[in-house]
């Protein structure tokens, strides 16, 4: 009966494009890249093999050590700011805007949008100190305090970077997590209600559990998006002051294209891609183990 | 899953506005929730206004006024300055040109490819579609290097080859699996019945399924078009050749173009890029959000 869904050249015609693109850009390169780990040189001058050398530099190198820590720490750190951020609003919207919350949802959101270039130069612009005072510098002499150079140090410029990819994308996450909101049955809600269950309780102990898979799901993906973080450090700090925040994709990029060192660069993705795996596989099985639970 | 939260919600919220609290304990609730909603459209909206202004002032007026102030005098020129000087118009060009083409080619092989993974029946389209879904796993950067050698030594670089090629195949994954997704609400029957009344099942593809996910078609250009045309780690490392930048490289770059840098290009360039994804997300809002966010619950 299957015979006509079944028809080999029909298949091949329709899938063989789309595999061979995927291929030709995607999967071989992948391995090809693998490949390039073990070798220096660049594609002007041409590759040499060199061993596990790039291996063992990678582990003696400081500014790898540096850029991981400053990816894990943004990761965690992000993630965590646009969940909650997000599920705040999310609650917002359904407990306290209800009807009324379908315009200010569209208006939360529409940072995601944005060019993050655009974003970041905004941003930079936001907080300078010169050549003119930003509206966040003006905003902190109006109270009486004095003006912050927020780009002059790691941590503070952390800090920049970490707001404003909050501000780029907790309506993206509310509008996510709003929909796992709404599907919690009123009925539910109704009987806690009665129950005596009033505010924080009934949140913490009936709609926190009950959506608590579209609550993984986001965190997985929030995860893997900040893990690859990479336009928006650019836009803003360019890793700096100095490389104080220069994450692993940045850190590739510079060794690969500002010194022409491909195989080291190759060395360095693949580590990145290791700890984009490992950190998916953790957050999945942690997710997978919290939902059998709850 | 995201699709049908608007209807639900109406109808959820006119049940749930039950019983809860005493009037004046309600008026308070009321005041409070006004603030926030009021401090969040400040820090949401207010940025883009001082954008706005300030890319109307003139180099004097920005360095010199408060931050506050309003333009002293309307500098509209500031955005024919940054089109053409800041030749902000060429990268709009450029960007259109990589953009258009590979979003119309990831289209048209995603959705056969989709066609081909949820309607089709044959051993081994789920490992396929596996296969697939891996590559959203893995960082851009693991492709990068190899990609820069082949467009380096095929003659590719220095035109908009690279980007076209390279957006349509790591936008692949993604469509590919959306669109298969979207197949999953089509009965295979309608296929079969197609075919016994004489069509191909490749004329049936084209003719019957592409009409009926021509929605999805349109969610799923929209959050790719939003992919491909914010991005810049592609475009960084493709564009080598200054005439070749797209918009979001050009404006990375624009204090370069200026002998000193003039602030009011600057932020009318910002502006420029700014106000155009603004405006398709004015018209089209509620499909933009919808894609989104169920590319999110099912990557």
């Given at each position: 009966m299957h015979r006509v869904l079944g028809d080999r050249r029909a298949i091949a015609i329709l899938l063989g494009p789309a595999l061979l693109v995927y291929s030709l850009i995607m999967l071989i390169p992948m391995v090809w890249s693998l490949g390039y780990s073990f070798t220096e040189g660049n594609s002007i001058d041409g590759f040499t093999g060199n061993g596990v050398a790039n291996f063992t530099r990678l582990l003696d190198d400081p500014a790898v050590r540096d850029s991981l820590w400053f990816t894990l720490k943004y990761a965690v750190v992000v993630t965590v700011g646009q969940v909650v951020a997000g599920y705040l609003l999310a609650l917002l919207y359904v407990f306290?805007?209800?009807?009324?919350s379908a315009l200010i949802r569209t208006l939360v959101f529409?940072?995601?949008?944005?060019?993050t270039v655009a974003v970041g130069l905004l941003f930079q612009k936001l907080f300078q100190v010169a050549p003119q005072t930003g509206p966040v510098n003006a905003l902190l002499n109006a109270v009486g305090i004095d003006s912050v150079d927020?780009?002059?140090?790691a941590g503070s410029a952390f800090w920049v970077l970490v707001g404003m990819d909050i501000w780029r994308s907790m309506g993206f996450y509310a509008v996510l997590l709003f929909a796992g909101l709404v599907d919690i049955p009123d009925e539910v809600l109704e009987s806690a209600r009665l129950d005596g269950a009033t505010g924080l309780r009934l949140v913490r102990h009936i709609v926190l559990p009950l959506s608590l898979p579209v609550l993984m799901s986001s965190l997985i993906f929030s995860v893997n998006g900040t893990l690859k973080v990479f336009d928006s450090i650019v836009a803003l700090t360019?890793?700096?002051?100095?490389?104080?925040?220069?994450?692993l994709t940045l850190y590739m990029f510079q060794t690969s294209?500002?010194?022409?060192e491909y195989g080291y660069g190759s060395t360095i993705a693949l580590l990145l891609t290791v700890v984009c795996l490992l950190v998916s596989l953790v957050v999945y099985r942690v997710s997978r183990r919290d939902l059998t639970e709850g | 899953m995201a699709v049908d939260t608007p209807v639900k919600t109406s109808a959820n919220l006119r049940r749930r506005r039950g019983p809860s609290g005493a009037v004046p304990r309600r008026r308070g609730r009321r005041l409070w929730v006004k603030a926030v909603v009021a401090l969040l459209l400040v820090v949401e909206i207010y940025p883009l206004v001082w954008m706005f202004l300030t890319s109307l002032k003139s180099n004097d007026a920005y360095l010199?006024?408060?931050?506050w102030s309003l333009p002293t005098?309307?500098?509209?020129?500031n955005y024919t300055e940054a089109w053409t000087t800041g030749n902000i118009g060429l990268y709009v060009q450029n960007s259109l040109l990589a953009v258009v083409p590979a979003l119309a080619l990831m289209l048209l092989l995603g959705t056969a490819a989709g066609f081909a993974l949820q309607i089709m029946v044959w051993k081994g389209r789920s490992l396929t579609l596996l296969v697939f879904l891996a590559g959203m796993m893995v960082p851009p950067q693991m492709i990068l290097l190899p990609l820069f050698t082949v467009y380096f030594r095929t003659g590719?670089?220095?035109?908009l080859w690279p980007l076209i090629l390279t957006y349509t195949g790591t936008g692949l994954p993604l469509t590919v699996f959306m669109m298969a997704t979207y197949y999953r609400?089509?009965?295979?029957e309608l296929f079969e019945a197609a075919t016994i009344d004489g069509a191909g099942i490749l004329r049936a593809f084209w003719t019957i399924s592409v009409p009926l996910v021509r929605n999805a078609l349109l969610t799923v250009g929209l959050v790719q078009f939003f992919f491909i045309w914010n991005d810049l780690l592609i475009a960084l490392t493709f564009?080598?050749?200054?005439?070749?930048?797209?918009v979001q490289v050009g404006l990375l770059n624009f204090?370069?173009?200026?002998?000193?840098?003039q602030y009011g290009p600057l932020f009318a360039a910002i502006c420029i890029n700014i106000f155009g994804t603004l405006l398709i997300y004015l018209f089209l809002n509620q499909k933009v959000m919808k894609g989104l966010t169920s590319g999110a619950v099912k990557g």
């Open positions: 306290f805007l209800r009807r009324a529409f940072p995601v949008v944005l060019p927020f780009f002059g140090s360019n890793g700096g002051p100095g490389n104080g925040t220069t994450p294209f500002t010194y022409s | 010199n006024n408060s931050t005098t309307w500098q509209w020129a590719l670089s220095g035109t609400s089509v009965p295979r564009t080598n050749n200054q005439d070749l930048r797209t204090t370069g173009d200026f002998g000193a840098t």
